[in-house]
């Protein structure tokens, strides 16, 4: 969407939380749809799948902090990963920890996956022109950065 063509600033209208949702909601589907029809996953496992593989092996600690999850929240997504045989929580460096990995069938399952996820990337670029995706990535970041000094701040609970 070209900027306004007069030279006052442009006066925010409606709610931006709602905006966002909304935004969000239609990129996700988005996603969503390319990741399923590809590789069978959501997207929150496929993010879950590639995080661990860039950390691993990884405490639950440290992987929910990662995500900005809670550890319970992060235990529950775990769990239908592991139950496929793709995901492997085992023992830490003492009784008390843990240690969470990719199994080999979950490394294949995420390059299957990270394929679909690039077509899904490729489709959205050509939709809103490569130009428009990086200017909303600067947007974001920038926005992300100047919240990001909020310190009540809290994990996502997805």
Same mark, same amino acid.
């Given at each position: 969407?070209?900027?306004?063509?007069?030279?006052?600033?442009?006066?925010?209208?409606?709610?931006?939380? &709602?905006? =966002?949702? $909304? =935004?969000?909601?239609?990129?996700?589907?988005?996603?969503?749809?390319?990741?399923?029809?590809?590789?069978? =996953?959501?997207?929150? $496992?496929?993010?879950?799948?590639?995080?661990?593989?860039?950390?691993?092996?990884?405490?639950?600690? #440290?992987?929910?902090? $990662?995500?900005?999850?809670?550890?319970?929240?992060?235990?529950?997504?775990?769990?239908?990963?592991?139950?496929?045989?793709?995901?492997?929580?085992?023992?830490?460096?003492?009784?008390?920890?843990?240690?969470?990995? &990719?199994?080999?069938?979950?490394?294949?399952?995420?390059?299957?996956? $990270?394929?679909?996820?690039?077509?899904?990337? =490729?489709?959205?670029?050509?939709?809103?022109?490569?130009?428009?995706?990086?200017?909303?990535?600067?947007?974001?970041? +920038?926005?992300?950065?100047?919240?990001?000094?909020?310190? #009540? +701040?809290?994990?996502?609970?997805?």
């Amino acid at each position: 969407m070209p900027p306004p063509a007069h030279d006052t600033p442009a006066t925010p209208r409606g709610c931006t939380h &709602l905006k =966002l949702r $909304q =935004l969000a909601r239609r990129v996700g589907r988005h996603y969503d749809a390319a990741l399923r029809d590809g590789s069978g =996953l959501k997207t929150s $496992q496929y993010s879950l799948l590639a995080t661990i593989a860039s950390l691993e092996p990884v405490r639950p600690a #440290d992987l929910a902090a $990662q995500m900005a999850l809670e550890p319970s929240t992060l235990t529950r997504n775990l769990k239908p990963l592991v139950a496929q045989g793709w995901v492997v929580v085992g023992a830490g460096v003492d009784q008390r920890s843990r240690l969470v990995s &990719l199994t080999a069938t979950g490394r294949a399952k995420r390059q299957e996956a $990270q394929r679909a996820w690039k077509q899904a990337q =490729l489709a959205f670029n050509q939709r809103l022109g490569v130009e428009q995706v990086a200017r909303l990535h600067a947007l974001i970041d +920038e926005c992300t950065a100047l919240l990001a000094a909020e310190p #009540d +701040e809290e994990p996502d609970h997805e």
